[in-house]
């Protein structure tokens, strides 16, 4: 690894799935508050709601994934939109 490229914050973090709850370590500069136990070691946890593991494209099984409500917020904006087009 070059000297001099990386953040200072450059290191291992886990990441987990939340919905199938598979954690990877990877390199990164994700900003984490929680810690995880690993093989005896203590790394950064970050979440993740889809990863690899669980995304359709990659796994092969449709599976709806509606996070914070995305669907309803839209379908409240575009009955709002469609409202203002009748009148």
Same mark, same amino acid.
Do not use: Q, W
């Given at each position: 690894?070059?000297k001099?490229?990386?953040?200072?914050?450059?290191?291992?973090?886990?990441?987990?799935? &939340?919905?199938?709850?598979?954690t990877?370590?990877?390199?990164?500069?994700?900003?984490?508050?929680e810690?995880i136990? &690993?093989?005896?070691?203590e790394?950064?946890?970050?979440?993740l709601?889809?990863?690899?593991?669980?995304?359709?494209?990659?796994?092969?099984?449709?599976?709806?994934?509606?996070?914070?409500?995305?669907i309803?917020?839209?379908?409240?904006?575009?009955?709002?939109?469609?409202?203002?087009?009748?009148?």
């Amino acid at each position: 690894m070059k000297k001099g490229i990386h953040p200072d914050n450059y290191r291992l973090v886990a990441f987990k799935d &939340i919905s199938t709850n598979d954690t990877f370590l990877i390199r990164s500069c994700a900003n984490t508050k929680e810690t995880i136990v &690993i093989d005896g070691t203590e790394y950064p946890l970050y979440k993740l709601e889809i990863s690899s593991k669980s995304h359709p494209f990659y796994t092969g099984k449709m599976k709806f994934v509606d996070t914070a409500g995305r669907i309803d917020k839209f379908r409240k904006k575009f009955d709002k939109y469609l409202k203002n087009k009748k009148e």
